[in-house]
């Protein structure tokens, strides 16, 4: 819950600073405390390099944004999940995020053509996805938040950024999203009378909402199945990388296959540092994944030979030498 989350701090619980009328956001908070943490260092220790990890609840379910978020983006989804994941995977095309000759597939089997919708649950499923978008542009600008302190304490230039998902969109809205998530899982189509009769709490407090699979699908554009699944729906995802003056081709777009545990031995390449065989007089298991690092030099370089391996609720899936075969189980 983004506007009333349970809080650790130091091993012991805490309670939010602030309530969702006084502007209280997870994400805010988060990025607050990230800040906190850096200029702490920043002023206590300059000469030395930092390591923040933070991982954001957002854009996770429940889908909650602040109300300036949500009236910006009021009908912008009107028009439906067909025409939304057509115009992204045309510019997806014309971008080079995909390459020429890829194909937009069907709609997945769970998901009906937005025109076979009634008018009320159109209303309804474009109020849920206008929670989402809400809550990823509130991200957005609180990460920039983030951003712009690193710039003005003279940290930017030196920062290596990396920006990551976890995962591909998911399927638990159901055909039409849901206001309470607990709906799916306990088995229950939404009630449409329900949803649209709470249709202003939609990414409040009050909601538990989740976005349609048809959302879903589009998020995943030009790709199949959702995060529950090896397709490439669930498992390929955003990386952006910035490391002001050390990438040979800032902006450009990459296809080397990598992987997550990819993160942490480029890392290590990075600050030059040797991970240790032994800690605290413990052997450790060899490094998994292999560096991307590169690419920061050679945006054109061959990626080094491998397999991979993948595997969600059973489903599983091997990706090798450019080509991948996957299971998908009900």
């Known amino acids: 819950d983004h506007f009333y989350p349970e809080l650790v701090h130091d091993n012991h619980f805490i309670t939010p600073p602030a309530t969702p009328e006084q502007g209280y956001h997870l994400t805010d908070d988060l990025v607050d405390q990230a800040i906190g943490y850096v200029a702490d260092h920043v002023a206590h220790l300059p000469q030395n390099p930092f390591f923040l990890y933070l991982p954001l609840g957002a854009a996770h379910a429940p889908h909650h944004a602040?109300?300036?978020?949500?009236?910006?983006?009021?009908?912008?989804?009107?028009?439906?999940?067909?025409?939304?994941?057509?115009?992204?995977?045309?510019?997806?095309?014309?971008?080079?995020?995909?390459?020429?000759?890829?194909?937009?597939?069907?709609?997945?089997?769970?998901?009906?053509?937005?025109?076979?919708?009634?008018?009320?649950?159109?209303?309804?499923?474009?109020?849920?996805?206008?929670?989402?978008?809400?809550?990823?542009?509130?991200?957005?600008?609180?990460?920039?938040?983030?951003?712009?302190?690193?710039?003005?304490?003279d940290q930017w230039e030196d920062t290596l950024l990396i920006l990551a998902s976890d995962n591909g969109a998911a399927l638990e809205g159901g055909r039409l999203g849901a206001f309470s998530r607990i709906r799916f899982f306990n088995d229950m189509d939404e009630d449409i009378d329900q949803a649209l009769g709470a249709i202003d709490d939609i990414g409040g407090p009050l909601?538990?909402?989740?976005?349609?699979?048809?959302?879903?699908?589009?998020?995943?554009?030009?790709?199949?199945?959702?995060?529950?699944?090896?397709?490439?729906?669930?498992?390929?995802?955003?990386?952006?990388?910035?490391?002001?003056?050390?990438?040979?081709?800032?902006?450009?777009?990459?296809?080397?296959?990598?992987?997550?545990?990819?993160?942490?031995?480029?890392?290590?390449?990075?600050?030059?540092?040797?991970?240790?065989?032994?800690?605290?007089?413990?052997?450790?298991?060899?490094?998994?994944?292999?560096?991307?690092?590169?690419?920061?030099?050679?945006?054109?370089?061959?990626p080094s030979q491998r397999s991979q391996y993948f595997e969600m609720f059973g489903n599983r899936g091997v990706w090798a030498d450019g080509w991948k075969a996957v299971t998908h189980h009900q």
Do not use: C
Request: hydrophobic share 35%.
């Open 66 to 153: 602040p109300p300036e978020y949500l009236e910006a983006v009021r009908g912008r989804y009107d028009v439906g999940w067909d025409t939304i994941r057509r115009e992204r995977y045309e510019r997806q095309l014309a971008t080079g995020v995909i390459p020429p000759g890829t194909d937009l597939p069907p709609r997945n089997p769970d998901v009906p053509s937005w025109d076979s919708l009634s008018p009320d649950e159109q209303r309804v499923a474009a109020r849920l996805q206008e929670a989402y978008a809400a809550f990823i542009e509130h991200t957005d600008a609180a990460l920039g938040r983030l951003f712009e302190f690193l710039k003005r304490t």
């Open 207 to 302: 909601a538990d909402s989740h976005y349609a699979t048809g959302w879903a699908q589009a998020s995943n554009t030009p790709l199949r199945w959702y995060k529950y699944h090896t397709h490439g729906g669930g498992i390929r995802d955003p990386l952006i990388v910035s490391w002001p003056g050390r990438l040979a081709r800032p902006g450009a777009v990459l296809d080397q296959f990598h992987h997550i545990i990819d993160l942490a031995p480029t890392i290590y390449e990075a600050t030059g540092i040797e991970p240790p065989d032994t800690f605290h007089g413990i052997k450790q298991m060899p490094m998994h994944g292999t560096s991307l690092a590169y690419t920061f030099t050679d945006p054109e370089a061959s």
